[in-house]
């Protein structure tokens, strides 16, 4: 039985990660430090007996060490993944994502595993020029220190591949949606809309175009290329995807597709300007034939993980009152 090793386990996308692995048949350990990971995401894993959970920091080298042993496979989510106030606390992102993605990779190197599947981000391409953007394109000033953090650990994983022999997985992925979402646009909308129902306020002008994927299809994409098993054996080297859909939406786009849900015909209150914040790139959009080629592809639309997405929040007002 495969034995995998997932950080952030307790979060949205690692959380679901963790469901699928076990439905799969994998034995499963667990890590977190739940800064922002929600135990409640983990109620059907604590019960299935393949799997573990540890609760520990990334920063911490030993423990992290430990809790590793024994493992095939990580797949490396944990991460801040707060690109809006990166600039209020500038060493969060270097030292949760990438002195985190060294200690993983030294961790990994003590106990001997040699495959990982590492989330990244399409904002390490910062404001490209070619849309959709591919995996080749050059990278241009980084506008988030996010971004920046992930171009960072991208460079670290990409080094101990080829000095260590690992094989590592590297998925750049737009903004995910779906079941267990806690943080982004749809979020915030929901969140406003169950305030005052009758206006809205937007950052930007509302022209901002972004790609979206729901949180299954970008499971289905990781486990697609880097399945756990004994059996097979690791091939060195790195390959990097970009994990998305072939369509993109504007930000009032998605508003629509979230006001008919919920059957609401809001004020739109704009902030104006072209970006809502430091580092909002106004137009993200991952060419993703590399992945296509492979055999995969989505099963939802935008516009139908906008839909499931609010309907998971809907369902589940918790999350906004929730407290670890």
Known sequence: MAHAFVTG?????????????LADGCQVTGWDNFSTGRRKF???????????LLEGDSLDTAGL????????QVFHLAANADVRHGTEHPRKDLEQNTVATLNVLEAMRANGV????????????????????????????????????????????????????LEARIFRFVSILGERYTHGHVFDFHRQLREHPGWLEVLGDGSQRKSYLHVHDCIDAMLH????????????GVGIYNLGTAESVTVSDSIGFIAAELGLSPELRYAGGDRGWIG?????????????????????????????????????????????
């Not at 386990?9 to 692995?21: C, H, K, T």
């Not at 290329?225 to 060195?236: G, Q």
């Open 114 to 165: 040699a495959r990982l599947a590492f989330s990244s981000t399409g904002s390490v391409y910062g404001e490209s020029a070619v849309i959709p953007t591919p995996e080749d394109a050059p990278f241009p000033v980084q506008t988030s220190l996010y971004g920046a953090s992930k171009v960072a650990c991208e460079g670290l994983i990409s080094a101990y591949c080829e000095g260590f022999g």
């Open 225 to 236: 290329v880097t399945r756990p098993t004994r059996e097979r054996a690791p091939e060195a």
């Open 280 to 324: 909002d790139n106004p137009h993200i959009h991952l060419d993703t034939e590399r992945i296509r080629a492979t055999g995969w592809m989505p099963k939802l639309t935008i516009r139908q993980g906008v839909v499931r997405t609010i309907q998971w929040l809907q369902a589940n007002p918790w999350v906004y009152g929730y407290r670890q």
């Open 42 to 52: 983990l109620e059907g894993a604590l019960i299935h007996p393949n799997f573990k």
């Open 65 to 72: 060490t430990r809790a590793m042993a024994g493992c095939d």
């Open 9 to 21: 386990a307790a979060g949205f996308i690692g959380s679901n990660l963790v469901d699928r692995l």
